[in-house]
């Protein structure tokens, strides 16, 4: 079950409110990711203290561990992870693309060598459903094939692109189709591929508006493209052809991205990038990224939102101006990811 209100608009960003199985949620929205039913790191009391609304696992790795037979014991991720609100899980596509040659695809799916235990596994758009209606997730991401930016060692053609997207076309039927079987009571959002090819995503989109699922997703990217590539404008014609019953999930949201994808009308985001970095002793602030592992901040008990004492202040205002969150209409709060802060904040579009 999904409902989508569109609240507001300015230009293409929007102001929404999606109301989900497992609770409500007001976009645009930053999803801190759980890869295994937990975001490292951070126990679920911290996210809702936070005021994290949703956030999201991994289908392909669930699968591997713990296994399904494990989550089914449990009721579904929920119950697993301890977190009673809103949950996305992905597909699998991303992670398989990722196995490089590891996989072979074809037309019924992809047979791939489990990382876990060297098992052989097959993949496809129905057994992407059949995990996914075990976790109970409140929105199911359709199987697809992340389109690479190269191909064995050159950038991929329009024609390979084009194969590739029609395939992940097919794959969003029988994932439709699989999803209606198993009578599965949450969302299904397709995916829109196509390479770095506008045409072919603006056909993979009107492909899968015809399809009737509640909500679209950028796909494709962050598959090996230069920055200068960056597909972040593929996203922009999908508000307005999808209609108000849509909300547009993007996989890119680095800590200083996110106003430009609420500005192509993109309405949900997630990355590791914030849990992954902090692990890691690495902070984004409003000044810059800071590095707290570093010997002379050993016995520093400052907060670590004041500027990088290191940075010459031209260099700390530049930074603070690409990092200022920009999230949504300046008449309708909303909620984004506060890159100088573990925290949601409220933040307005310039």
Same mark, same amino acid.
């Given at each position: 079950?999904?409902?989508?209100?569109?609240?507001?608009?300015?230009?293409?960003?929007?102001?929404?409110?999606?109301?989900?199985?497992?609770?409500?949620?007001? $976009?645009?929205?930053?999803?801190?990711?759980?890869?295994?039913?937990?975001?490292?790191?951070?126990?679920?009391?911290?996210?809702?203290? =936070?005021?994290?609304?949703?956030?999201?696992?991994?289908?392909? +790795?669930?699968?591997?561990?713990?296994? &399904?037979?494990? &989550?089914?014991?449990?009721?579904?991720?929920?119950?697993? %992870?301890?977190?009673?609100?809103?949950?996305?899980?992905?597909?699998?596509?991303?992670?398989?693309?990722?196995?490089?040659?590891?996989?072979?695809?074809? %037309?019924?799916?992809?047979?791939?060598?489990?990382?876990?235990?060297?098992?052989?596994?097959?993949?496809?758009?129905?057994?992407?459903?059949?995990?996914?209606?075990?976790?109970?997730?409140?929105?199911?991401?359709?199987?697809?094939? /992340?389109?690479?930016?190269? $191909?064995?060692?050159?950038?991929?053609?329009?024609?390979?692109?084009?194969?590739?997207?029609?395939? *992940? &076309?097919?794959?969003?039927?029988?994932?439709?189709?699989?999803?209606?079987?198993?009578?599965?009571?949450?969302?299904?959002?397709?995916?829109?591929?196509?390479? =770095?090819? %506008? *045409?072919?995503?603006?056909?993979?989109?009107?492909?899968?508006?015809? &399809?009737?699922?509640?909500?679209?997703?950028?796909?494709?990217?962050?598959?090996?493209?230069?920055?200068?590539?960056?597909?972040? +404008?593929?996203?922009?014609?999908?508000?307005?052809? #999808?209609?108000?019953?849509?909300?547009?999930?993007?996989?890119?949201?680095?800590?200083?991205?996110?106003?430009?994808?609420?500005? /192509?009308?993109?309405?949900?985001?997630? !990355?590791?990038?914030?849990?992954?970095?902090?692990?890691?002793?690495?902070?984004?602030?409003?000044?810059?990224?800071?590095?707290?592992?570093?010997?002379?901040?050993? $016995?520093?008990?400052?907060?670590?939102?004041?500027?990088?004492?290191?940075?010459? #202040?031209?260099?700390?205002?530049?930074?603070?101006?690409?990092?200022?969150?920009? /999230?949504?209409?300046?008449?309708? #709060?909303?909620? !984004?990811?506060?890159? !100088?802060?573990?925290?949601?904040?409220? !933040?307005?579009?310039?």
């Amino acid at each position: 079950m999904l409902h989508f209100d569109l609240l507001k608009t300015e230009g293409l960003a929007r102001r929404g409110r999606l109301t989900l199985n497992h609770g409500v949620v007001e $976009t645009p929205v930053f999803m801190p990711v759980g890869t295994y039913g937990t975001v490292k790191g951070v126990m679920p009391r911290s996210l809702e203290e =936070m005021g994290a609304q949703i956030i999201l696992g991994n289908t392909f +790795h669930l699968w591997l561990r713990p296994g &399904l037979e494990v &989550l089914h014991a449990f009721g579904g991720l929920h119950r697993f %992870e301890g977190w009673s609100r809103p949950m996305l899980t992905d597909s699998g596509g991303f992670q398989v693309w990722s196995l490089g040659d590891m996989r072979k695809i074809s %037309e019924q799916g992809v047979k791939f060598a489990s990382p876990v235990n060297g098992d052989k596994l097959f993949l496809t758009p129905e057994v992407s459903m059949q995990i996914q209606t075990v976790l109970n997730s409140d929105i199911a991401m359709q199987f697809d094939e /992340c389109t690479p930016y190269q $191909t064995q060692g050159r950038v991929t053609t329009e024609a390979e692109a084009r194969t590739s997207m029609e395939l *992940s &076309l097919r794959w969003a039927h029988r994932s439709r189709d699989e999803f209606q079987r198993l009578a599965n009571p949450n969302a299904l959002f397709g995916i829109v591929q196509g390479g =770095m090819f %506008e *045409s072919l995503r603006e056909a993979s989109l009107q492909a899968l508006v015809e &399809l009737d699922l509640p909500g679209y997703a950028v796909g494709g990217v962050s598959v090996g493209e230069p920055k200068e590539r960056d597909a972040a +404008h593929h996203g922009a014609h999908a508000a307005p052809a #999808a209609g108000a019953q849509a909300a547009l999930p993007d996989g890119r949201g680095h800590a200083r991205r996110p106003g430009r994808r609420v500005a /192509c009308g993109v309405d949900m985001f997630d !990355c590791v990038m914030p849990t992954r970095n902090a692990r890691n002793g690495h902070l984004f602030t409003r000044f810059g990224d800071l590095k707290i592992r570093n010997a002379r901040y050993k $016995t520093d008990d400052r907060p670590s939102t004041r500027p990088v004492p290191a940075t010459p #202040a031209p260099a700390r205002q530049a930074a603070a101006a690409s990092a200022e969150p920009t /999230c949504t209409t300046s008449t309708a #709060a909303a909620r !984004c990811w506060d890159p !100088c802060w573990p925290a949601f904040t409220t !933040c307005t579009i310039t």
